[in-house]
């Protein structure tokens, strides 16, 4: 039994010795260790072993058992070594590999556009000024002097919350705010999201953006309106850009008057782009009304002022020839990606 010991011992080795599978390397453990092993085997035997034998063969068996075993146990460390050394090998990051590239947004048409204009009047010490789109009544309409059943209010219908509570159909509201907080000197503009119901066109929107301008100081002067109107339009469309002041209504300014810029494709020669005029609409503006000083209380005889409402979409689409402006809320990025 002694020789049959060694003998598996030695077997055992030299097996484990060449073994290269982790699943051999179990069937290694099996034949030899397992219940029905080798080992096992000899084990079973001992009852025919003289009572002086048995305990010399038995501590021969276990330190078989337990060399064999330590052994497997070796190799078993190794393998699982060597099979991580290769995994890490094999995923190695190869940094000359073309990567992906990540798409690089950009800023969206109006944005732009309300950037540099924003840029122009900060060069010109205005400040930024908000208002809340969810507005009153009072603000939105009855404050710049429009009062409730004025026919101005028609052209400006739009989504009442309740009698008194409506989405502001522009920003003029925003001089009303900013004449409360604020004392002259005020040099202000206001952007943001205006609302009306109408339906969609290739030139409406229920929901659109202007920027409305306030500007009241003592011996302001229609002069300084058009001044300032002329700066931010060279400044869009480029220094020989012209503006006309043509004679008009609001009911917050007196006197009231439209502007036009040149066109910016044929330069005032006539087109169908300005509809052979020379001249395309492009803002509302006027000497603030007396009424609304007062309402504000700012004395009349001592300060006036001028303010304007600006469409951001229409001067966007001036800027980039663009025809349609749904284009600018479809979000679709062959279009977009063209500015
Ligand atoms: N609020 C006018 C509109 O939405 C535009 C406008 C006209 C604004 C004259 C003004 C202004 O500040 O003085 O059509």
Do not use: W
């Amino acid at each position: 039994m002694k020789e049959q010991l060694k003998s598996i011992e030695e077997r055992a080795k030299a097996e484990l010795e060449k073994v290269s599978d982790i699943k051999l390397l179990e069937e290694i453990r099996v034949r030899f260790l397992g219940k029905k092993g080798e080992v096992t085997a000899i084990l079973k035997q001992m009852g025919g072993l003289s009572a002086e034998e048995r305990p010399v063969i038995g501590q021969l068996a276990n330190t078989v058992r337990a060399d064999i075993e330590a052994a497997i146990q070796e190799k078993q460390k190794q393998m699982k070594a060597a099979l991580a050394e290769k995994k890490l090998a094999a995923e190695t990051l190869d940094v000359t590999l073309p990567g992906k590239a990540p798409r690089a947004g950009r800023p969206h048409p109006l944005n732009a556009v309300l950037a540099e204009v924003e840029e122009v009047f900060l060069g010109m010490g205005f400040d930024i000024v908000e208002g809340p789109e969810v507005e009153s009544d009072y603000y939105c309409f009855e404050a710049l002097n429009m009062p409730k059943h004025h026919p101005a209010r028609d052209t400006q219908d739009t989504f009442y919350i309740n009698d008194n509570v409506l989405l502001r159909t522009q920003t003029s509201s925003v001089q009303i705010r900013t004449m409360e907080k604020m004392k002259p000197p005020i040099r202000i503009i206001s952007p943001g999201r205006v609302y009306r119901s109408d339906a969609v066109d290739a030139t409406h929107s229920p929901l659109f953006h202007q920027i409305e301008g306030l500007v009241i100081d003592k011996g302001v002067t229609m002069a300084d309106l058009k001044g300032t109107l002329e700066l931010l339009m060279k400044r869009l469309y480029g220094e020989d850009t012209k503006i006309r002041l043509r004679p008009h209504h609001f009911p917050y300014t007196e006197p009231s008057a439209e502007v036009d810029l040149m066109c910016f494709n044929c330069h005032g020669k006539g087109c169908s782009m300005c509809k052979q005029e020379g001249y395309v609409e492009l803002l509302g503006a006027g000497m603030v009304h007396p009424k609304v000083l007062e309402e504000c209380g700012i004395d009349p005889e001592v300060y006036s002022g001028f303010a304007f409402g600006i469409g951001l979409e229409r001067i966007t689409m001036g800027r980039y020839s663009i025809n349609d402006m749904r284009l600018l809320y479809e979000n679709d990025m062959r279009f977009l990606e063209q500015f």
